[in-house]
Structures are given as structure tokens and as C-alpha cells.
């Protein structure tokens, strides 16, 4: 129903920074809660990061607390995941995801990207 697209990833050294981006179609996207989620290989789907409808909450995991900082660019159409001090843990697939409401879980998210590889080297 929407379509996500995310991009800026790459490969980066321990410390770095990088900025994601999620393009979202359609007209909806105001409406919708916004999420980052990660994938390391062998791993679960993880949680990251979300945004409520209208960006007036932010709930990150805990181990990117005061390192990742979630947005959304309503006017744009577009989400954004800033990943600052990045360590080789962090080295994962990152989707972003989009659901009627901002959750933990990822089931509770009905459209997905493709995701976007970050490695991240020490």
C-alpha cells in the first residue's frame, strides 16, 4: 500500500556517522507512524528506532539510545534515521517500516523497504 525506499548506507569505520533515508509514496504519509528496524546476519528483525504520527514521540532501543535520533520531513515524505558513534555491532540491514501506530514490534508494521546495508569496520 506504500511504498518505502531507503538509502544511505554503506560502509563506514567504528566512530563514523551515517544518515539513512526512508522515500515514502503516496499521500499518506502524515498519517503514519514510522519505524527502523535491523537485520545482522543469522539475527532476528530488530527494533531501532520509531516515530509517531506527526514526530511528537521518539522510542529507540536501548542500545542506540543517545547515539541514533529518528526524524520525519513530513513536507518531503520522508523519514530519517541519524546513526551517530557507530559501532560493529551495528553492522546490520536497516528497513524502515510504516504502521497505523508506533510499536516495538515488528508485526505491527504493514509496509516495508527493501533495506539499506551498514557495515561497520573496527
Known amino acids: 500500500q506504500v511504498q518505502l525506499v531507503e538509502s544511505g548506507g554503506g560502509l563506514v569505520q567504528a566512530g563514523d556517522s551515517l544518515r539513512l533515508s526512508c522515500a515514502t509514496s503516496?499521500?499518506?504519509?502524515?498519517?503514519?507512524?514510522m519505524a527502523w528496524f535491523r537485520q545482522a546476519p543469522g539475527k532476528e528483525r530488530k527494533f531501532v528506532a520509531a516515530?509517531?504520527?506527526?514526530?511528537?514521540?521518539?522510542y529507540y532501543e536501548d542500545s542506540v539510545k543517545g547515539r541514533f535520533t529518528i526524524s520525519r520531513d513530513d513536507a518531503k515524505n520522508t523519514v530519517y534515521l541519524q546513526m551517530n558513534s557507530l559501532k560493529p555491532e551495528d553492522t546490520a540491514v536497516y528497513y524502515c517500516?510504516?504502521?497505523?501506530?508506533?510499536?516495538?514490534?515488528?508485526?505491527?508494521?504493514?509496509?516495508w523497504g527493501q533495506g539499506t546495508q551498514v557495515t561497520v569496520s573496527s
Open positions: 517500516a510504516a504502521g497505523a501506530s508506533s510499536s516495538r514490534h515488528h508485526v505491527d508494521y504493514h509496509s
Open positions: 503516496g499521500r499518506m504519509f502524515n498519517w503514519l507512524s
Open positions: 516515530i509517531s504520527r506527526g514526530g511528537a514521540n521518539t
